[in-house]
């Protein structure tokens, strides 16, 4: 089991923990999901995003880490300052309009499905990269 998932997993069983104690609506969280923030690591992006890949991970991920390596090193912090159609690209998949405080997990799931959508695979998306420079 890899280490995100056993952080997710605590983050769950932590929050029902607290839910049932607490009668009162919570305000979004702040306590936990920072801590894990913290001490998420590019060794765990790239976990979750190769099991995120499926049936395709030995074939795909290559060329994902290719791809996400040039335009963040994977670093869910990544800001780029350069506007494109009034937008900023952040995060490691460097979607426009992508906050870098958005937590990695959503990073990479909205950078893969960016990627499905437009590409289908992240090797059609790294060869695109390679010949124009974007994505």
């Not at 992508?98 to 997990?105: H, I, N, Q, W």
Request: proline share 7%; hydrophobic share 35%.
């Amino acid at each position: 089991m890899g280490k995100y998932l056993i952080r997710i997993l605590l983050a769950i069983v932590f929050t029902l923990a607290f839910s049932v104690i607490v009668v009162e609506p919570l305000k979004p969280p702040h306590h936990f999901p920072v801590q894990l923030e913290e001490e998420w690591t590019k060794e765990d992006s790239k976990a979750y995003a190769y099991d995120k890949l499926g049936l395709w991970r030995d074939k795909q991920m290559s060329c994902l880490g290719k791809l996400w390596g040039k335009e963040s090193a994977w670093n869910p912090k990544a800001y780029n300052k350069i506007k494109v159609m009034g937008r900023n690209a952040g995060g490691i998949p460097q979607i426009l309009g992508l906050d870098p405080a958005t937590p990695p997990t959503k990073q990479i799931d909205r950078g893969l499905e960016y990627i499905y959508y437009r590409y289908s695979t992240p090797c059609r998306a790294w060869e695109h990269f390679k010949k124009k420079g974007w994505h």
